[in-house]
């Protein structure tokens, strides 16, 4: 069995480390530094507490790096003296990846899609770099589907922040569009007209008002490394930008 480290056990990261836990291998994290909240989850994933992060990196072969992405260079920096595979699996831009190999020398760049994993085929976790074919073995009959998508760092961060690119920064645009119409005194007659014409749009307007609520602090960040993504390509960066400022406002607000 591989002893596995996940750094840190989050609502996604202790799912992802969970699928592994279940079938048998060995996850550590570390206790140090973290809230009660946090030893929850680990201890509901079947993780074991290997005290602080220079414990895990010394026990473990493979280290799962899945934070905020603001804090994905700081999780990079703490592992420094890490030996071993450093699957950096965090909604970063492809430069960011770049710059964790520079920690990271055998990184493994991921990026996953769909929610946190409770039943097989809702979640993957795509993957770019050498050592990306040990990590789809690590994670094979689990509920996370892995995937190799290119040989190189970076690649499966822009894959990540073009489908993330749509689908939050859409939810942020519609929220703010809905805001329009409520400023305006329009809101009742704007979702009327959606009822009628685009019908799919309310239920997505729910679910992305529920979702910027809970979950808008941790897309801050990544709405600005898609930014810088877009910015590394000569692309306009204002409309993850402004998506940024978006979730800013409903994570101040709830």
Avoid at 58 to 84: D, N
Avoid at 89 to 108: G, H
Avoid at 233 to 250: I, M
């Amino acid at each position: 069995m591989t002893v596995v480290g996940v750094l840190h056990p989050g609502e996604m990261g202790a799912a992802v480390a969970g699928a592994l836990s279940a079938r048998g291998e060995t996850v550590l994290w570390a206790s140090a530094g973290r809230s009660a909240a946090t030893a929850g989850r680990a201890e509901a994933a079947g993780l074991e507490d290997a005290g602080d992060v220079e414990e895990v990196c010394r026990r473990c072969e493979i280290l799962l790096s899945i934070c905020p992405p603001h804090a994905a260079l700081e999780v990079a920096r703490a592992a420094s003296g890490f030996t071993g595979i450093y699957v950096d699996a965090n909604a970063i831009a492809p430069d960011t990846a770049r710059a964790v190999a520079e920690l990271q020398p055998r990184l493994v760049d991921g990026g996953i899609v769909g929610p946190p994993p409770t039943g097989p085929g809702t979640t993957r976790l795509y993957l770019s770099g050498g050592g990306a074919a040990e990590v789809v073995a690590l994670f094979s009959v689990t509920n996370v589907e892995a995937r190799v998508i290119s040989e190189q760092v970076g690649a499966a961060s822009a894959l990540k922040a073009a489908y993330a690119g749509w689908t939050k920064g859409s939810a942020a645009l519609l929220l703010t569009v809905r805001e329009l119409a409520r400023a305006e005194g329009v809101e009742n007659a704007l979702l009327e007209e959606w009822r009628l014409s685009i019908p799919e749009l309310e239920e997505r307007l729910a679910g992305a008002g529920r979702s910027a609520r809970r979950k808008g602090w941790r897309w801050i960040g990544e709405m600005e490394e898609i930014a810088h993504s877009m910015a590394a390509q000569d692309l306009p960066t204002g409309f993850h930008e402004a998506s940024a400022e978006v979730f800013r406002r409903a994570a101040e607000e709830s």
